[in-house]
């Protein structure tokens, strides 16, 4: 049963447009919520996260929504660029859990020059 | 039907003790990966192996040693286990290259004593 999803695995983006990965979760106890990104032959690398005390955080180009009660997240990337192009992965856990992660399977993101 | 699953979900042992864990996948990929997760956020690819050959070492300590009987399975046996290596273990799978999205275990908490 995936607690975390990410339905859609691929997505292709222009240039300097805006690029949006969607996430959701069904376990209401998840707290921490992660993005990864991920290159070919790389492990997944800590890219933005988000507490559920926010519904909103900024890193530079990256943003990441949280919408509790729809029990989603979404990661916008602007303006998107061609070195974006990679896997995401969304992840969260239960802080009383010890920040064990739970993965979702992944977007493929494309940014077409 | 779980997709990847990894026994045992939580192992306390003491420092020196050699132990196993087990990962298997029914969504017959083809690679599967250990991952090392040693803080709230870092992870860590340590070993990847496709179709049973080992394509990813990362630089882990000769003491982790991943066995794949057949594409199904990637267990990850530890010998002489130090403090240092307590974490949380993911196994994942990927249908073909590392370029595809993965699908996660559950996660093998590892607690040395």
């Known amino acids: 049963d995936q607690q975390v999803k990410q339905n859609s695995p691929s997505l292709s983006v222009q240039e300097g447009r805006i690029s949006i990965l969607n996430c959701d979760y069904t376990?209401?106890?998840?707290?921490?919520f992660l993005w990864y990104k991920k290159y070919p032959a790389e492990g997944p690398t800590f890219l933005i996260s988000?507490?559920?005390?926010?519904d909103k955080n900024e890193d530079g180009r990256f943003t990441v929504f949280l919408n509790k009660s729809a029990k989603h997240l979404s990661l916008h990337i602007v303006p998107s660029q061609p070195g974006d192009s990679a896997v995401y992965f969304c992840?969260?856990?239960?802080?009383?859990?010890?920040?064990?992660?739970?993965f979702g399977t992944g977007t493929r993101l494309a940014v077409r020059p | 039907d779980t997709a990847v699953s990894q026994t045992p979900k939580y192992l306390v042992t003491q420092m020196g003790n050699d132990k196993s864990i087990k990962c298997e996948q029914n969504?017959?990929?083809?690679?599967m990966y250990w991952y090392k997760q040693d803080s709230k956020k870092f992870l860590k690819i340590m070993f990847s192996?496709?179709?049973?050959?080992?394509?990813i070492n990362e630089t882990v300590p000769n003491r982790f040693s991943p066995k794949s009987p057949d594409k199904a399975h990637l267990n990850l046996h530890i010998n002489s286990l130090e403090l240092g290596d307590s974490a949380v273990y993911f196994c994942?799978?990927?249908?073909?290259?590392?370029?595809?999205?993965?699908?996660f275990g559950p996660g093998t908490r590892l607690l040395v004593l």
């Open positions: 994942a799978s990927s249908p073909g290259t590392t370029e595809e999205t993965q699908y």
């Open positions: 376990n209401s106890m998840f707290d921490y």
């Open positions: 988000i507490s559920s005390i926010k």
């Open positions: 992840a969260a856990s239960v802080a009383s859990s010890g920040d064990k992660l739970t």
């Open positions: 969504l017959g990929h083809d690679t």
């Open positions: 192996y496709n179709n049973k050959e080992l394509i």
